[in-house]
């Protein structure tokens, strides 16, 4: 039986930080810490000397980790990017995720693999929440952008709902636009003349 | 058809070359299709050049060097295919160093990096400083650790280096993690504007011919698509040549200034772009010619002299082979492919590739092949002079 890996997740978002914890231990029997504090980020890594440290990809504080990938004293250890030459698809799908995975020197492959892979999983997790959060943000908008213009459009003309949609779909067409596009125009263009 | 390709910047004022590539339609006329993703970190910009999902990235000129030497996180190998911008950086400190500063003469006049640097000796009173950078491999710190070693305060032996993002330097000062900073603009102004301290210095003071930014590919995509590459170096110089001719400077603040790129206001952007600089937070404004060049004086020649003066620098400071370093740096800055690909479009051609970095008074003439070279001022504060030849 192997030693136990030490690894730190740096990540703010309580919920987000319990949900990897417990995708890691699932991954195996390892001592996981959790960083949820960013300044000094450098200093608090390095004091817990640990195998593996775990963190977002867009989380700007990332490059406080790079200062780990200088070994200045002959007894630290230095971490690199989880890069395996014959893994390259693994650091790919890391990438792709977005997690970023630095490693001690020595560790060897098999023994990081089954952690960055379950790392992956709940990143990508994670990424597809998040792009659908965005995507409904969008609809939303766009659908409150057109419900003006129609109402817009109902005004000037007094013509019905049906109508005004009727129109502002003839007019994306004949421009080769949105109609979330079209309905912004006229929003805009009413508002400077109103 | 034209051609997409994914490139990363960092939300900076010296991001525009990429931008005005882009807004302007440079890429465009070239039949390429940019998409300027934002970064969040020069790690994340690294990393996703590195391992294909972008194909181009505006860089720190010092990263595909400590690439090039297997320092950092990751080693692949990179190429700058030009310098997108020459300077552009600034130095700060807090309000309380500022004030001991003040108190000890000194009149913050943004120019003498030598006596700047020994006022701040003098005011940091023996205690480390803890000073903020952007990312380890940076200009930033080799300017730092250049000017105050020469200061009489070795770097980074007896200070403290603190990673801080760009965006978050403002924060780092206000909170108190860091004494002092260097950052590109216009994340030095956004401290100033903050009333979290004040601006000492610019990087230009410390070496006027600083390479800042590098425009950077991988060297196996440049090899693969000359194209392309080619496509892509003459959109973004014709793009520095727009930005170097100033008259459109204010169009300039205010492309960047929009919420996909710098999302903040134009005016504090148009400081870096005009040289005026407001360095306090009490409206002391300061004139700095050539703050920031972006095209005159061939700035965006990948001399291969400076990728050695970097690599000469972290050879020291981390103990490596000094003539092994300067050589592998040199082979990533790429005057081969700025000399095949630049050739049609006007761009000044030197004769060499090297040249001694250091000791050359602004308008001075130099041999090139295609058009009149009229090098920039290019000074040490402390005049010493960088020879690749006694380097080696």
Not at chain 2, 4 to 11: H, I, K, T
Request: charge should be negative.
């Amino acid at each position: 039986m192997p030693e136990k890996l030490s690894i730190i997740v740096v990540e703010q978002d309580r919920e987000r930080a319990l949900m990897i914890v417990d995708s890691l231990m699932e991954a195996g029997d390892n001592d996981i810490q959790v960083i949820s504090e960013v300044s000094s980020l450098a200093r608090r890594i390095s004091e817990r000397n640990p195998d593996i440290v775990l963190v977002d990809i867009t989380n700007p504080s990332r490059d406080m980790i790079e200062e780990l990938t200088l070994a200045t004293a002959p007894l630290d250890r230095p971490v690199a990017m989880f890069v395996d030459q014959s893994e390259d698809s693994l650091t790919k799908a890391a990438i792709e995720a977005g997690v970023s995975a630095y490693v001690v020197d020595d560790l060897r492959p098999e023994r990081i693999r089954p952690i960055v892979t379950a790392a992956i999983a709940r990143y990508n997790m994670f990424r597809r929440m998040r792009d659908e959060l965005a995507e409904t943000r969008r609809a939303l908008e766009e659908r409150k952008v057109i419900d003006r213009a129609k109402g817009l459009l109902m005004k000037a003309r007094g013509i019905s709902e049906d109508e005004a949609y009727g129109l502002l779909r003839k007019a994306a067409m004949d421009q080769g636009r949105k109609i979330s596009e079209v309905a912004q125009s006229l929003v805009l263009a009413a508002d400077l003349l109103s | 058809m034209s051609a997409p390709l994914s490139v990363a910047f960092m939300p900076l004022v010296d991001a525009a070359p990429l931008v005005v590539a882009h807004e302007m339609g440079f890429a465009r006329e070239e039949g390429l299709a940019l998409e300027l993703v934002r970064a969040p970190s020069w790690s994340s910009v690294r990393d996703m050049l590195a391992f294909g999902r972008i194909e181009a990235a505006h860089m720190l000129s010092p990263v595909p060097v400590a690439m090039a030497l297997g320092i950092g996180g990751v080693a692949s190998p990179i190429s700058a295919l030009m310098v997108l911008s020459v300077n552009g950086t600034v130095i700060g400190v807090n309000a309380r160093l500022e004030a001991l500063l003040r108190a000890g003469g000194h009149g913050f006049g943004f120019d003498d990096a030598g006596a700047a640097g020994a006022a701040l000796v003098r005011a940091a009173r023996g205690a480390p400083l803890r000073i903020g950078v952007p990312f380890p491999f940076s200009m930033h710190a080799e300017l730092l650790y250049y000017w105050l070693s020469a200061s009489g305060m070795p770097a980074p032996q007896t200070v403290e280096i603190h990673t801080v993002p760009p965006p978050l330097m403002a924060d780092a000062i206000a909170a108190g993690e860091i004494d002092a900073f260097c950052v590109g603009e216009p994340w030095g102004s956004k401290v100033v504007e903050t009333g979290a301290g004040a601006l000492l210095l610019p990087g230009r003071a410390i070496w006027s011919a600083a390479p800042e930014k590098v425009l950077a590919v991988r060297s196996g995509w440049a090899a693969d698509e000359p194209e392309l590459t080619a496509r892509l170096m003459r959109a973004v110089w014709r793009a520095c040549r727009w930005l170097g001719e100033g008259g459109a400077r204010t169009t300039a603040a205010e492309m960047l200034a929009r919420p996909a790129y710098l999302n903040l206001s134009p005016e504090i952007i148009d400081r870096a772009l005009t040289g005026r600089l407001t360095v306090t937070p009490h409206g002391d404004s300061r004139e700095c010619r050539g703050f920031v060049a972006f095209h005159h004086g061939a700035a965006n020649y990948p001399w291969r002299s400076q990728a050695a003066w970097i690599a000469a620098r972290m050879a020291a400071r981390l103990g490596l082979e000094r003539a092994a370093a300067t050589e592998r740096a040199r082979a990533v800055f790429r005057t081969d492919l700025y000399r095949q690909h630049l050739r049609d479009v006007g761009a000044v051609l030197p004769g060499a590739s090297d040249r001694l970095e250091g000791g050359i008074a602004a308008g001075t003439a130099a041999p090139s092949q295609t058009g009149r070279l009229i090098l920039r001022e290019n000074l040490f504060f402390d005049g010493r002079i960088f020879d690749l030849g006694e380097a080696i």
